[in-house]
């Protein structure tokens, strides 16, 4: 069985710039869930998609924006990169969206300079 | 002051030790508990999760909740070398994902 599958691993961007990231999570799970990595922060949840609607939202600012399609593959946008944008942005799959069934995938590390 | 604290470490043990990693919270509406481990470069990969207060233990992994106190431990038995990686810590109100709070994590190393 697949895993959870994010493209690209690894970014380099320039302040201002705007990134995507994709993630394709397990075969037949229908929640996804994007959070972001940094060292001095942890793990913080950015937003939940379910069947192509967004259910959940984390206290990211609007430059933050997602969506998810009909196979349940979703994207994660952030406009006008800042230098504190630099983090791993991590998805998580799951069936129902529990968080005692979560797997992640391996993150996109993304660097803005 | 953080909804969830964790000693990031490093902790570095021998191999063959017992390590105890250790959460402390705030939020007494937390029922969720959950370990997670994290080795470089990957995500994170749930290692055990325990409803309410008490104890859980699996294989060489022990996880320990006392809400009284609003302490969780996780405890490895005999320690091996791929052990080594980053443990956080995470719990939620709720079994919806969304709601759930991380620590920032303890790095572990253990040495051969």
């Known amino acids: 069985k697949a895993g959870v599958t994010q493209t690209p691993r690894y970014l380099i961007k320039t302040r201002g710039q705007q990134v995507t990231l994709s993630c394709s999570p397990i075969?037949?799970?229908?929640?996804v869930s994007w959070y972001q990595q940094t060292p001095g922060q942890g793990l913080q949840f950015l937003f939940e998609?379910?069947?192509?609607?967004?259910?959940n939202k984390g206290n990211f600012p609007g430059r933050f924006s997602g969506r998810q399609f009909s196979n349940s593959r979703s994207e994660m946008n952030v406009s006008t990169l800042e230098l504190g944008d630099s983090a791993l942005y991590l998805c998580?799959?799951?069936?129902?969206?529990?968080?005692?069934?979560?797997?992640f995938g391996q993150g996109t590390r993304l660097t803005v300079v | 002051q953080k909804e969830v604290e964790q000693d990031p470490g490093p902790l570095s043990v021998p191999e063959g030790a017992i390590v105890s990693l250790n959460c402390t919270y705030s939020n007494s509406a937390f029922q969720y508990f959950m370990w997670y481990r994290q080795y470089s470069r990957k995500g994170p990969e749930l290692l055990m999760y325990t409803y309410s207060s008490g104890n859980k233990e699996d294989g060489r992994f022990t996880a320990q909740v006392d809400k009284s106190s609003k302490y969780i431990s996780l405890f490895i038995r005999d320690s091996q070398p791929s052990d080594s990686a980053t443990y956080l810590c995470?719990?939620?109100?709720?079994?919806?994902?969304?709601?759930?709070?991380f620590g920032a994590g303890t790095r572990l190393f253990v040495k051969a």
């Open positions: 998609y379910f069947s192509e609607t967004q259910r």
């Open positions: 075969s037949g799970h229908r929640s």
């Open positions: 995470a719990m939620s109100p709720a079994s919806g994902g969304f709601k759930t709070i």
């Open positions: 998580a799959s799951s069936t129902q969206g529990g968080n005692t069934e979560a797997f």
